[in-house]
């Protein structure tokens, strides 16, 4: 019988007790979305990742970017770069914000970030990859993990990163089952997640195609990863980190959670933003896409978050 008070795998010394974790996705796994995810049973908070050019600056992005509450524990701070002087500069500020994990994203395929040598990029330099965990890992007290992807379709590299990652002291490998050039498309090689497994003696999470329960033990069984990580299938499906298909979801979990992700988004942006930014998360909540286009756009118009919750109480309704 599975032991839910026993830790699933440890990340060098920090304890996890689940084994499905969301996705750190820009523009989605924000503070109120992913602290929501976490209490429906991610095991882990990773938080959309930041530019280590701006937490060494004044913006107050990284701030935002970083929020966390203490019940989320564990959290992962996520980073990019392409200078490892700056990543450990911009990684020891951070450090004194007490995260439990700092991680280094070397997966984004977003054309302006893996060009520069960041994301995605950063596995075309497998040296700068060595000496950046090197740095990192002799200086942080915090464990340094990494998310890679399978690499380029001219370099294929990621047995390699993964081996460079392990043996330079990083606690844990995140792999999406795809390439730069494939973003998002076709379909997860699970095969390369599963040698990546075979290759090294730390903890790896797989992503990539898990969208319903089947697939996270599939996923499981396929490439015995420690931890299966969910992106988009999470965005429509929050409850699928409580054990729910998306048809399974009572009527009334799908409303307390309308409620509750609206109410964090007004008390996180403010009435205007927290109300706007909510929106898309509500097209997916609600199935949307099964009513008409007049009815989508009169659900998405701007509008104070107390009329736009009665709004949505009353499509709640019409679906019950």
Sequence with gaps: MDDKTLPKFYVRDVPVYGDT?????????????????????????????VKVEKILSRSKEPAKRLYFEEVERPVTFQLYGDDPDLILKAALKVQELNPDIIDINMGCPAKTIADRGAGVGMMLTPLKVARTFRKLVRALRVPVTGKIRLGWERCKNYKLIARIVEEEGGSLIAIHGRTKEQ??????DWDAIAEVKSLVGIPVIGSGDVRTLADIQRMKQHT??????????????????AGYDREQVPQQMVHETIREHLQKSVQFYGEEDGQRLFRKYAVQYLLLR???????????????????LELLNQVYAVMT
């Design 21 to 49: 974790v969301l996705a750190p996705m820009d523009g989605y796994s924000d503070w109120p979305f992913r602290s929501l995810c976490r209490r429906l049973g991610s095991a882990m908070s990773y938080t959309e990742f």
């Design 224 to 241: 015995r990863c420690d931890a299966v990580m969910i992106g988009r299938g999470a965005i429509a499906n929050p409850w699928i980190f």
């Design 290 to 308: 099964t009513l008409d286009r007049d009815a989508r756009k009169e659900i998405l118009k701007e509008r104070p978050s107390g009329e736009f």
């Design 183 to 188: 973003r998002y498309s076709g379909h997860a």
